[in-house]
């Protein structure tokens, strides 16, 4: 992509409005928080005061909104606290401006590499940065300093304690993120009636697992709801998948199909009425119908072999997530030995080395995170010197710009940086006019500073530009609390926005931390996590009698977490302004594909794993064995770009399917899988015709397998 049109796709993206669901009673609330601070402190008569107190409170309240497990009163207690920290740090250097650049340095690389421990955290770093920034320029003594910190994070204890005695829809981020996963599978289950191998978008199961992971005092309160549906769910879509395959499930077409079809209409019923229940904290109402398609017909089973045997468990699984559902929601019981090996969250103290271990692992030339510190660090400290030298006074707007755009991706940054300075003309443009117009006193200032507040809590999902607008309008009417003129105010804030703003882009283009040339590297890890996965499955089916499930789970969320990382890398691949250095568009939408499907035809293994007690299978476990070396080769070939081969595993498949007496799923999921690897050497090749397979001697297997050519990505 080249710059004019990688610039032109930012801008447009950061100047979209989107429509979004608004949650007016929460910022009520976190209106409220900021007000009472501000009247707290200008009932006493100390404007400067209002103003730092204030801005504690501002950005408490914004931290609690966004998509964290984490109980929000922490949210807001933790960056109140950060916050305290880093004004009195400023205060005592911001007489000296080489002791304050420094620790702007400084405390910047430490908020970028705070990206590292997770989003929240790294806005949580930008806000003390840019707190810091302009609470330090109200005048006060080091005893006053103590004193404004000691107000900022009673403003961040006011949030807290506003959500504690006001509290809307508790539990209602982990609510809605389970009943998402469930509405998915819902749709999933539906879109397979008409499509046997449609795609599965992974990451609401991912948000479910994260929103069921809790602290020991979060697993005493939280509702029974909360508790089983997640695991069902988890269990329930490889049933899908395998019920809806024509390869190991029923035929394309006759009376077993129609019953499939039926069968996944009602798992969709089910399942929506289910995560409207979880959703709504209420009861689970299932139509009658839906019921009665669920119940083995008179005339006995139509499904045959282990299109059968999926039928059974898809039922099953059903009734066990209704059941669970529809008990009290007040209800509440022990959490499981299993609960708290696997869904316990480390609490606030116990995350700290969490942290740290998160930071250590960033902390490389390489990383792009640790590229994004050096650059918010760099030019934080420009901004100020620069802001400081040129004659408009409060300098601190130009790197307060720079730290609220910068991103640690090409993409956000500019967009955001686009947005971001049309929002302040507009903010300052309105804002301004109102203080020209109507000399606001100090209280209507302040109330006009709530409004602002009220309005960017609000309206915050809907965009980067209009958030823009509203903490514009929020910081003059503040400002002017304080005493600052409005003719002063605008021009400052209109020009030293902009400064920073070209300074954020501009730090970009010239230290730059692209995605592209990673992407072979990101290809090869998931596929080394998916064949983790599928020795994992295969394990099983070579020894049965050693059950190990948990290995199965943990290679499955490597998997998982393996393609999530290739989909971030690959969209902000797309978005940058480099020439191909890894893979092309083409290729790397084509081996994602093949990725894709080996992981899918892997889960359908798993929905047929052998019980305890059956034979082992001599076959899977040679498979098993040719496949950790291959793969391990395949892996290395992707990131040194050389050809990938498959001939040596496509032989074994061949002697195992000789030796077989009767087609199983292992066997016939194995053969898609050898043909998901084929594809991904093909979307990896640079020949451009043909399709590079090994020839197949069974033409009845080839035909047997009807759609497979056609398999989608899906996980």
């Not at 806005?123 to 609470?135: E, K, S």
């Not at 904290?281 to 006995?300: D, H, Q, Y």
């Not at 720079?402 to 049309?422: E, L």
């Not at 006019?433 to 409004?451: D, K, Q």
């Amino acid at each position: 992509m080249t710059w004019s049109r990688a610039l032109k796709e930012t801008a447009r993206s950061g100047l979209t409005i989107e429509r979004a669901k608004l949650t007016p009673v929460i910022a009520v609330r976190g209106a409220v928080g900021v007000a009472v601070v501000v009247g707290l402190c200008l009932w006493r008569g100390d404007p400067a005061l209002a103003v730092s107190s204030a801005f504690g409170a501002f950005a408490s309240g914004l931290v609690t909104f966004q998509r964290s497990m984490r109980p929000r009163p922490v949210l807001a207690l933790a960056v109140a606290a950060a916050l305290a920290v880093s004004t009195f740090l400023g205060y005592l250097t911001a007489a000296h401006l080489l002791g304050f650049v420094l620790l702007l340095a400084g405390w910047s690389l430490l908020a970028g590499m705070a990206w590292a421990i997770g989003p929240v955290s790294g806005l949580a770093g930008t806000l003390t940065v840019a707190i810091m920034l302009v609470t330090v320029t109200l005048p006060t003594s080091v005893l006053g300093a103590l004193q404004h910190a000691a107000l900022i994070f009673f403003g961040g204890l006011v949030q807290a304690t506003l959500i504690v005695v006001f509290p809307v829809r508790p539990w209602g981020v982990q609510r809605d993120a389970l009943a998402d996963a469930l509405a998915a599978e819902a749709d999933y289950a539906r879109r397979l009636r008409h499509d046997p191998v449609a795609p599965f978008d992974p990451a609401p199961l991912m948000d479910a697992r994260l929103a069921s992971e809790v602290t020991p005092r979060q697993a005493r309160r939280r509702p029974v709801q909360l508790h089983g549906p997640r695991g069902l769910a988890e269990r329930v879509r490889p049933v899908l998948a395998s019920l809806a395959d024509p390869v190991v499930g029923a035929p394309m077409e006759g009376p077993e199909r129609d019953r499939v079809r039926d069968l996944l209409q009602a798992a969709g019923t089910v399942l929506d009425a289910v995560a409207h229940a979880v959703r709504h904290a209420g009861p689970v109402r299932l139509p009658p119908e839906a019921m009665a398609t669920l119940e083995v017909p008179a005339s006995g089973p139509m499904l045959q072999g282990a299109a059968r045997r999926s039928a059974y468990r898809l039922i099953s699984l059903l009734a066990d997530a209704v059941e669970l559902t529809d008990e009290p929601v007040r209800a509440t019981r022990p959490t499981t030995e299993a609960e708290r090996g696997h869904l316990l969250r480390p609490s606030v103290p116990r995350l700290v080395p969490v942290a740290l271990r998160a930071l250590h692992r960033e902390a490389r030339w390489s990383s792009h995170i640790f590229r994004h510190a050096l650059r918010v660090s760099a030019v934080a400290s420009l901004g100020y010197l620069l802001g400081t030298v040129l004659p408009f006074g409060h300098g601190y707007w130009a790197p307060l710009t720079s730290v609220m755009v910068m991103r640690p991706d090409f993409a956000q940054t500019y967009s955001r940086g686009v947005a971001r300075f049309s929002g302040t003309l507009v903010g300052v443009g309105v804002s301004g006019a109102l203080m020209a117009l109507a000399h606001p006193s100090l209280y209507l200032s302040a109330g006009l500073a709530v409004i602002c507040v009220f309005l960017m809590y609000l309206l915050m999902r809907t965009g980067v530009s209009v958030t823009s607008a509203c903490v514009a309008g929020y910081v003059i009417f503040l400002l002017g609390i304080a005493g600052e003129g409005w003719e002063q105010t605008v021009q400052e804030r209109i020009v030293l926005t902009l400064l920073g703003g070209l300074l954020a882009m501009l730090s970009y283009a010239l230290f730059p931390a692209w995605e592209t040339p990673k992407l072979r590297d990101r290809l090869a890890d998931w596929l080394a996590a998916n064949g983790r996965y599928a020795l994992a499955v295969l394990d099983r089916f070579a020894r049965p009698a050693e059950r190990r499930p948990r290995h199965v789970r943990e290679a499955l969320l490597d998997a998982r977490a393996a393609r999530v990382a290739w989909e971030e890398s690959e969209a902000r691949a797309e978005k940058e302004p480099v020439r191909h250095r890894g893979l092309s568009r083409t290729s790397a939408t084509a081996a994602g594909s093949a990725l894709a499907t080996m992981a899918r035809v892997t889960m359908i293994m798993e929905a047929h794993l052998p019980d305890k007690d059956a034979e082992p299978s001599p076959g899977a476990a040679a498979f098993a064995a040719e496949l950790r070396p291959s793969l391990e080769r395949a892996a290395r070939a992707v990131r040194d770009r050389d050809r990938l081969d498959f001939c040596a595993l496509r032989a074994v498949w061949e002697r195992w399917d000789a030796e077989s007496e009767s087609q199983g799923v292992a066997l016939r999921a194995a053969d898609l899988l050898l043909d998901a690897l084929d594809d991904l050497a093909e979307a990896l090749s640079r020949r451009r015709g043909g399709r590079n397979r090994a020839a197949r001697p069974d033409s009845d297997k080839t035909s047997a397998r009807g759609v497979e050519g056609t398999i989608p990505p899906a996980q």
